[in-house]
């Protein structure tokens, strides 16, 4: 009998013990906050604008400062000088009338970093606007 009342006071001690209402969320803990190493850009074809991806996979929608465009919509060649990470207006309502596939060469692309330091990446190509073959019925 005694042995039971000591095991029944164990547990009970325990559990008063482990009800604590101290808060130790921020007691000894450590908070890892990643850091933004721009790793490669990427075209948003819905908001016409080019974005920044980091080593994490975070996007960096305002990191890109400047780029050039070429691309050719009916049979006319286009290009342009961006400044900031969005197409021009103009271009904007050429891409979205789209009723074919088209492709648009990214070159010349600048961004910058977390601490301000400008960086350039490779030229890239991307698709847009809508195959003609999804759209026959």
């Known amino acids: 009998m005694k042995e039971l009342f000591t095991i029944i006071l164990f547990f009970c001690t325990s559990l008063m013990f482990a009800q604590d209402t101290v808060s130790i969320d921020h007691n000894g803990s450590i908070k890892v906050q ?61 891409l979205g009338r789209l009723d074919g596939l088209v492709v648009i060469m990214f070159s010349n692309i600048k961004a910058k970093d977390i601490n301000g330091q400008i960086i350039s990446f490779p030229n890239f190509k991307a698709e847009t606007g809508k195959a003609r073959e999804n759209q026959d019925f």
């Open 34 to 94: 990643k850091k933004a190493i721009l790793h490669s850009v990427i075209y948003d074809d819905v908001n016409f604008r080019l974005v920044c991806r980091d080593i994490y996979g975070n996007i960096h929608d305002s990191a890109v400062v400047s780029f050039d465009i070429k691309t050719t919509v009916r049979g006319i060649a286009y290009a342009e000088k961006t400044t900031g990470p969005f197409l021009s207006k103009q271009m904007q309502q050429r």
